[in-house]
Each structure stands twice: as C-alpha cells, then as structure tokens.
C-alpha cells in the first residue's frame, strides 16, 4: 500500500488553524511575530483572508501536518500534489 498527498491552496484558509509541528510554529513566530498567530486563531476574519496572511498560514499548516505525519508509520508516500499554493506544500513533503 501506498500514499498520495495533496494539499491546499489558498481559500483553504479558516481561523483556528493548527500547527502540528511546534518547531515551525515558533521559527514562523520569530520572523513574523506573535501576532500572525492571533490573527490565524482569533481573527480578524477579513485579516487572514489577505493575501500575505492565508498563504503563510496554509502553507506552515500542510508543512506542519505532514511533519507530524512523517513521525508515524505511514505507508510510503508516492505522490504529492497540490493546488496552486499547495504545490509548495506537496514539494516539501517530497523532499
């Protein structure tokens, strides 16, 4: 068995987003501030749907989940995929 991954663009993005992976989460922090982070969860809505705002947030988002994945035992990953944005997503994941 085997396993395909893909990933979001923008659009994707929603408050409340998790980040699995809390090495990423606080280098993210260090070079855009706590605030990134209270915008993504508590909002303003209309903030995070700004460009500079949602694809960070979706891309530390899919980089994170895959991290947190990657510490499983998953079966191996054949493809990656993703939309638009996700292409980075799916790029990081394949290494």
Do not use: H, W
């Amino acid at each position: 068995m085997s396993l395909a991954l893909i990933f979001p663009g923008q659009g994707a993005q929603s408050l409340g987003m998790e980040f699995c992976d809390e090495e990423k989460r606080l280098c993210a922090q260090k070079i855009l501030g706590s605030s990134f982070f209270s915008i993504v969860s508590e909002g303003p809505a209309d903030l995070l749907a700004k460009t500079y705002y949602s694809q960070i947030a979706i891309f530390l988002a899919s980089a994170s989940l895959y991290a947190r994945l990657a510490t499983t035992n998953l079966p191996p990953i054949r493809a990656a995929a993703g939309l638009s944005l996700g292409e980075y997503s799916a790029l990081y994941a394949a290494g």
